[in-house]
């Protein structure tokens, strides 16, 4: 089982930048896919990132990446926009030996953050 806690989310005007994090406290990221999405209000909920592949809509903009020892990984996100604004989920999947997907969809991970809310101001 893993248990994700996710920070960082918050009010930010355009062109700023955040820092989600999405920590396990129980369990452990190791040997797992970390992936980002996010779901705008009247939207469906879309991919964002994995340490491999981005969203067309925040590559050069967004960066993941993870902690291990910490059992954390983080999305820095710069030059936002009004319209990143969203809910922003984590996820997990079970745990892996080798990479079997792309890891863009959400069926392929199994555990999941309650998501932070991101605003990007006008």
């Known amino acids: 089982q893993v248990v994700l806690i996710e920070s960082g989310g918050g009010l930010v005007q355009s062109g700023g930048s955040l820092r989600l994090s999405c920590a396990a406290s129980e369990g452990t990221l190791s040997n797992r896919v970390m992936g980002w999405f996010r779901q705008a209000p009247g939207k469906k909920r879309e991919f964002v990132a994995t340490?491999?592949y981005y969203a067309d809509s925040v590559k050069g903009r967004f960066t993941i990446s993870r902690d291990d020892a910490k059992n954390t990984v983080y999305l820095q996100m710069n030059n936002l926009k009004p319209e990143d604004t969203a809910v922003y989920f984590c996820?997990?999947?079970?745990?892996?030996?080798?990479?079997?997907?792309?890891?863009?969809?959400?069926?392929?991970?199994?555990?999941w953050g309650q998501g932070t809310q991101v605003t990007v101001s006008s």
């Open positions: 340490i491999t």
């Open positions: 996820a997990a999947t079970g745990l892996q030996s080798g990479v079997m997907y792309d890891y863009t969809e959400e069926y392929e991970y199994t555990y």
